[in-house]
Antibody
């Protein structure tokens, strides 16, 4: 059974840093594409970052240069290092696995999601 | 970047049909996916590739996509269908591709 369990959220001051973790089970993180999606309180879903199985990383413009996605293969865990945090980064952060279509070579929907971890940036 | 537009809210009586739209420029040329999200819970995929249903999703949920509009249709609506619904596409058209979500539609069952 596939499971994604996030941790590491909490209250942090503006300008501070936080590292989120996503422990995966039921599949191998390093063999898959993995992503972070966030949701500000009362707002919609926003894609944040992705790490490809080959190691390439991409970010939404809103977090580029401040957030870093990575993975630890032996721990089968995904991370999101968040620096220079702003009030507008306050959100529930979800770890999610994008579905990769082997036939078309395209990325599509998110087939598995974690339960989310809340990050609050406030003084 | 690509923009998806959803109505903020849709209301429907139990047993009736709800239609939630998702507008985007030539969205019919893209694959559209739909998620259901209930309060305090993670999103759940209900439709993928425009009209396919994951296992465990009732047949009452269906989807279509053509031109500039994709539509999620929920037939014989039940109280348990009350939730926020989001459409989503993969945007590979820009120089930095990524996933795009619509703003979400709150479905209220009267």
């Amino acid at each position: 059974e596939v499971q994604l369990v996030e941790s590491g959220g909490g209250l942090v001051q503006p300008g501070g840093s936080l590292r989120l973790s996503c422990a995966a089970s039921g599949f191998t993180v390093s063999s898959n594409y993995m992503s972070w999606v966030r949701q500000a309180p009362g707002k919609g879903l926003e894609w944040v970052s992705v790490i490809y199985s080959g190691g390439s990383t991409y970010y939404a413009d809103s977090v580029k240069g401040r957030f870093t996605i990575s993975r630890h293969n032996s721990k089968n865990t995904l991370y999101l290092q968040m620096n220079s945090l702003r009030a507008e980064d306050t959100a529930v952060y979800y770890c999610a696995r994008p579905h990769y279509d082997i036939l078309t070579g395209s990325l599509n929907y998110f087939d598995y999601w974690g339960q989310g971890t809340l990050v609050t940036v406030s003084s | 970047s690509y923009v998806l537009t959803q109505p903020p809210s849709v209301s429907v009586a139990p047993g009736k049909t709800a239609r939630i739209t998702c507008g985007g420029n030539n969205i019919g040329s893209k694959s559209v996916h739909w998620y259901q999200q209930k309060p305090g819970q993670a999103p759940v995929l209900v439709i993928y590739y425009d009209s396919d249903r994951p296992s465990g999703i009732p047949e009452r949920f269906s989807g279509s996509n053509s031109g500039n509009t994709a539509t999620l249709t929920i037939s014989r609506v039940e109280a348990g269908d009350e939730a926020d619904y989001y459409c989503q596409v993969w945007d590979s058209s820009s120089d930095h591709p990524g996933w795009v979500f619509g703003g979400g539609t709150k479905l209220t069952v009267l």
